[in-house]
């Protein structure tokens, strides 16, 4: 235990505190990082320089995938006009006079009935 004092009318441990030296940062910027420092800080200073690759590597997979996105939305974009153009073709070929033009077309020698279907009945 450390040695109690009388400071201003208070009692004050002394001895057993570490010792602060002041801010690190200004430690940093003034240039007075010793060696000493530097080893007791060292799991510190890997931590964070291994934070800093993580914070990178995640940037740039972010923005991959980001950019892999607008290409697929793009893409699905392009896609459904598609879709909407064949879906609107196929709806225009299968109306009786767009079946009727393609055999016109063709040449083929079949004719529209004027009779309605009639139903035929089997006995059994």
Known sequence: MGVKKLVNGFRKQVGDAPEFRGNVIRDIVDGNITREWVTRNLFYIFFVVILIFFYIGNRYSSEKTISEIATLEKE?????????????????????????????????????????PKKLEVNR
């Open 76 to 116: 699905l974009k392009e896609l459904r006009f598609e879709a909407i153009t064949t879906a609107s073709e196929l709806m225009s070929m299968s109306r009786l006079s767009g079946v009727s033009e393609m055999v016109k077309q063709k040449g083929i020698d079949l004719e529209q009935s004027m009779e309605p």
